[in-house]
């Protein structure tokens, strides 16, 4: 069973910076691609940005020159840094094997003065 956790959501004031990780277990993490999605209240999820296996990246015209996903196959971990947060940034971040019915459980980031 392939399970994944989330971390380091927060507080954050606009234009900070917040990182989030996410650790897969129970899976080949390095042949996965792997997304970061997000929710807001009464929104529907969305993509924000993702990694192919080979380290390829997309993103949302939303965060591009502003978040980085990033992987570290040695720790089966994929990295979202967030850079110039704006309160529109506020919602549950979530990671998936993409493409997969697998995610983690969310981690809430609030951006606000």
């Known amino acids: 069973q392939v399970q994944l956790v989330e971390s380091g959501g927060g507080l954050v004031q606009p234009g900070g910076s917040l990182r989030l990780s996410c650790v897969v277990s129970g899976g080949i993490f390095s042949i996965y691609a792997m997304g970061w999605y997000r929710q807001a209240p009464g929104k529907q999820r969305e993509l924000v940005a993702r990694i192919s296996n080979g380290g390829s990246t997309n993103y949302a015209d939303s965060v591009k020159d502003r978040f980085t996903i990033s992987r570290d196959n040695t720790k089966n971990t994929v990295y979202l840094q967030m850079n110039s947060l704006k309160p529109e940034d506020t919602a549950v971040y979530y990671c998936?094997?993409?493409?997969?019915?697998?995610w983690g459980q969310g981690t809430q980031v609030t951006v606000s003065s």
């Open positions: 998936n094997v993409y493409g997969s019915r697998y």
